[in-house]
């Protein structure tokens, strides 16, 4: 059974930190694209950060690029999305996701497993 269960999300003032991180099981954890998008009320699911097998290729969202860092564990089958430098707009729910690629998808309904999300709330 495929589990994603995402961790560490809170709310915090603008400019602060938050790491959040997503345990997987029930699939080939290092073989898969993984990302991170997220949702704002009232707004469609982004794409935030998404890192290719093999962990050398990643991509990241304008919004996010130079505050965000997308990072994998495989020993603990685990994603990171590493966040500083937070900002209001910022404020979400984000899901971690995977997409058993070999090309990650750019269309999160493209995606095959996610996660139930976490919330983030940033203060300014």
């Known amino acids: 059974q495929v589990q994603l269960v995402e961790s560490g999300g809170g709310s915090v003032q603008a400019g602060g930190s938050l790491r959040l991180s997503c345990v997987a099981s029930g699939f080939t954890f290092r073989s898969y694209c993984l990302g991170w998008f997220r949702q704002a009320p009232g707004k469609e699911r982004e794409r935030v950060a998404r890192i290719y097998p093999g962990g050398s290729t990643r991509y990241y969202a304008d919004s996010v690029k130079g505050r965000f860092t997308i990072s994998q564990d495989n020993a603990k089958n685990t994603l990171y999305l590493q966040m500083n430098g937070l900002k209001s707009e910022d404020t979400a729910m984000y899901y971690c996701?995977?997409?058993?690629?070999?090309?990650?998808?750019?269309?999160?309904?493209?995606?095959?497993?996610w996660g139930q999300g976490t919330q983030v709330t940033v203060s300014s």
């Open positions: 996701a995977a997409d058993r690629g070999p090309v990650c998808s750019i269309s999160a309904t493209n995606w095959d497993f």
